[in-house]
C-alpha cells in the first residue's frame, strides 16, 4: 500500500469531491428555444472549462436565440479569477453577438466573478447579462412559462 502524505490525501479528497458534489445539467426550451446549463454543487477551475466547453457543443447542436448558465445552485466556488479571464477570452459559446445570455448567480463571490467575466469579454458578449435570479432573465427575454427538457450529456 503506498502512503500520500497530507498533501496527496488533501489533493485526492479534492478530486473526489469535485468528481462527486458537482453536477451540470443540460436543459433545452424548444418553445422559446433556450438553452440552459445549471450547474449544482463544488465548482473549482477545471469543471468549469470542461462545461463551458460543454455548452458550445450544446448550442451547436441546438440553435438557440437564448442561453443561460445557471449556478443558482452552486455551494463551492473555487475558480481563479484567471481562470474567469481565460474563459472570457475564448470564443463565446454563443457565437451571434446579438444572441442574448445570461449568467444566474445568487450568492455575491459569483456575482463578482461572473461580473469579471462579463466586462473582461465584453467585446464578444455585448448582449450578456448578469443576475441574480431565473426571475430576471424571465422578464428580460419576456418568457412568461419556460419549460425546459433535459438534454443527454453522455
Given amino acids: 500500500m503506498r502512503f500520500l502524505g497530507t498533501s496527496g490525501i488533501i489533493a485526492a479528497y479534492s478530486a473526489w469531491l469535485e468528481k462527486h458534489l458537482m453536477s451540470c445539467h443540460f436543459e433545452f ?34 440553435a438557440p436565440c437564448a442561453g443561460i448558465f445557471d449556478m443558482s445552485a452552486v455551494t463551492y466556488f473555487n475558480v481563479s479569477p484567471d481562470t ?21 448567480a445568487a450568492s455575491a463571490h459569483i456575482f463578482g466573478m461572473a461580473r469579471m467575466f462579463e466586462l473582461q469579454g465584453q467585446s464578444t458578449r455585448p448582449n450578456l447579462h448578469v443576475v441574480r435570479t431565473a426571475n430576471e432573465v424571465w422578464v428580460i427575454l419576456g418568457v412568461q412559462e419556460p419549460h425546459f427538457e433535459p438534454i443527454q450529456t453522455e
Fill in 29 to 62: 426550451d424548444s418553445t422559446n428555444r433556450i438553452l440552459r446549463c445549471r450547474i449544482e454543487g463544488r465548482v473549482a477551475d477545471e469543471t468549469l472549462k470542461k462545461y463551458y466547453g460543454l455548452a458550445a457543443k450544446f448550442v451547436a447542436l441546438n
Fill in 84 to 104: 474567469i479571464r481565460e474563459l472570457a477570452n475564448l470564443p463565446p459559446a454563443v457565437a451571434d453577438p446579438n444572441r442574448p445570455r445570461f449568467i444566474v
